[in-house]
């Protein structure tokens, strides 16, 4: 157990959906029995700060702003008050989705993930409330690495699912707030990658591992001709070995003996 900072109680904080051109209204509250203050930077968002300066607020606060989304693509958004590497390790950081004007083409299924590290003073496999450890993040060295604030998130009777056939996309946000990402899918490959989420740009194909800095996002597709589980990995292995980071995509249906089997 851990006391993390959410939005709506969730890490990541909630995917917001647009599509370029249209204007939003932000507003965000803290609740009173919060200690310290929070804002929004939005990597979406042209004004000081990312909207950072509008949205600071204390404890039981509250605060609105206006944004036009002028430009597509998957972008992060954290908390931004001076302490921001404490605050996006214990858990604020999201996705805002621009989509181009015209959408993204339609899948089969979708999902969504953020990585981030945990500094705490207990080692990986404690249990327990466990505490925040700043020297840690000082020397970058996390104890948990972890998708969704899990350890093992979306394994075993939780993997996510999909069948032979489909279509996916995976949409990820690197909250850091120090490592970067250096995303894979064991057993099958980026089919359409955009790294950094530039939507703006034609994708990249085939691709076996994408850098995905903190501060940023991936959008990446994934075709499905043969059943398996796909493990959804930072290939920075000893992070999935010895600091909990995993998600697994169980991809069921009928075999196909042309593209994939074992022979002996
Ligand atoms: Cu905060």
Redesign the pocket.
Known sequence: MFDF?TWNGQVPGPMIRVRQGDTITLTVRSAASNT????VDMHAVFGTGGGSSATLMPPGGSRREFFKCMYPGAFIYH???P??DE??S?G?FGMIVVEPEDGLPPVDREFYLGQHELYTKEPFGSTGLLQFDYSSMEHEDPNFVLFNGTVGAFTGASALKAKVGETIRVFMVSGGPNLTSSFHPIGNVWKNCWPQGALANAPLHYVQTQSVPPGSCFVGEMELPVPETIKLVDHALTRVARKGLLAEIAVEGQANPGAYRAIS
Do not use: D, E, L, T
């Open positions: 900072m310290r203050p929070h804002s908390c931004a008050v302490n921001m605050h996006i214990r604020m």
